[in-house]
């Protein structure tokens, strides 16, 4: 069975980005990668030579999430966020900032996990307060990054669904 494994972005409008990639589990799995701080640090490390030394998550309405990686030569990249709604295993919406700006400013993102039968679509919204923090944040190559952590996923899902 071969399915895509393809990172999807768009730009359907001048303040979102949209994200859209399948993955080979079940949606609460899926779900669980992105909301348990032993699994997230298991995938979202970001590009080469880089890991995610602090994550930090209150997952309630209104609880907070920090996250901080740790990269070459004493690099570091962090932001926080806060949780809004929470639907498990379907949904989630936060807002988000990184310490250093990146002119990205305040994000708000909406995650959806629709089951497809034994896999999970995951789309992906980030809406920014303004096209050039769009357009900032589409430049940081912050698509690169998401790839990266999200073939780490691939392999996580694989381990716990012995697929």
């Not at 972005?9 to 303040?15: A, K, N, W």
């Not at 399948?22 to 997230?40: I, M, S």
């Not at 909406?110 to 050039?132: H, M, P, V, W």
């Not at 944040?137 to 912050?142: E, I, N, P, R, V």
Request: proline share 4%; aromatic share 10%.
């Amino acid at each position: 069975m071969s399915f895509s494994t393809t990172l999807t972005v768009s730009t359907p409008s001048d303040l979102e980005v949209v994200i859209e990639r399948l993955f080979d589990a079940p949606a609460d799995l899926v779900f669980d990668c992105y909301t348990k701080p032993d699994l997230v640090r298991r995938w979202m490390t970001g590009m080469d030579d880089w890991s995610l030394a602090t994550c930090e998550i209150d997952l309630r309405p209104g609880g907070t999430y920090r996250y901080v990686w740790s990269g070459p030569d004493g690099a570091s990249m962090g932001l926080k966020g806060i949780f809004h709604e929470i639907e498990p295993p379907a949904r989630l919406v936060t807002t988000e900032t990184f310490d250093d700006d990146f002119g990205m400013g305040k994000m708000l993102i909406e995650c959806a996990f629709q089951a497809e039968n034994d896999r999970t679509r995951l789309k992906q919204t980030i809406t920014y307060e303004s096209k050039g923090q769009r357009d900032a944040s589409l430049a940081t190559g912050m698509t690169d990054g998401m790839g990266i952590s999200f073939a780490s996923l691939d392999a996580l899902l694989a381990d716990l669904t012995g697929k």
